[in-house]
């Protein structure tokens, strides 16, 4: 058997582990979430009572529709990142995400129902107010709904804390608003609850902290 030559080959050149090219990570194909995690016992009831209290836009022109709840974003933008569930508020389908009323056109309502906050969102707060004037507003009249709902509890013996027990308390929100910036951003006199006469929007300087109080 015939051996040929060892053919001589170029050895590879050492490269530093600095210049040495790396692997590009590959990014998520998934949108990131926008979501805020699971509401505590405490955001829930914050949901619920949003819901007993009706649409902010709607109360402002005097009617009284079903809320969706809409979380406030840290850019203000509509379906950008929230800022949390305590950053929530009440709006109907059409001022929450555009969605006509049943029967109606979205031209229809736009004209009878106002700007929505998905579809005209500078002419939203034109005529409603900005984010943050719409939350202290949403804490006033929660504040105000919970002292309902805790005086009709108590029958008589109105404390503020504590929807259920004396050891199980939960605290609905931060409130600290004024007479005067609620007034601008409501007319009171054309506002009704369910069940109630109308709402009289009065000063108030609360604080109700949200979070589950520890056992």
């Known amino acids: 058997m015939k051996r040929t030559a060892l053919l001589s080959r170029t050895a590879l050149k050492q490269v530093s582990d600095k210049r040495a090219p790396k692997a ?11 979501s805020t995690g699971t509401p505590t016992v405490g955001e ?3 949901f619920e009572v949003i819901r007993m209290i009706g649409c ?3 109360l402002m022109s005097g009617r009284l529709t079903t809320p969706e709840v809409h979380h406030l974003t840290k850019t203000g933008r509509h379906g950008h990142t929230r800022r ?3 950053y929530s508020i009440g709006l109907c389908c059409w001022h929450h995400r555009g969605e006509p009323l049943e029967g109606m056109t ?3 309502c736009t004209a009878v129902l106002g700007p929505s906050y998905a579809r005209h969102a500078r002419k939203f707060r034109t005529r409603y107010g ?3 004037s719409l939350l202290a507003l949403q804490d006033q009249l929660i504040a105000l709904k919970v002292i ?3 005086t009709t509890l108590n029958a008589g013996h109105a404390e503020l804390w504590g929807l259920a027990d004396q050891d199980d308390r939960i605290n609905l929100a931060e409130v600290t608003a004024s007479e005067d910036e609620a007034g601008r951003l409501l007319k009171a006199q054309k506002v009704r609850q369910p069940h109630r006469g109308p709402l009289r929007v009065v ?4 604080t109700v902290e949200l979070r589950e109080a520890s056992a």
């Open 24 to 34: 590009k990570k590959r990014g998520s194909t998934l949108r990131q979430g926008r």
């Open 44 to 46: 829930d009831l914050r």
């Open 56 to 58: 902010l836009a709607c």
């Open 84 to 86: 949390g569930h305590r």
């Open 106 to 108: 979205v031209t229809q």
């Open 130 to 132: 900005s984010d943050d």
């Open 148 to 150: 309902d709902m805790q």
């Open 203 to 206: 000063p108030i300087a609360v």
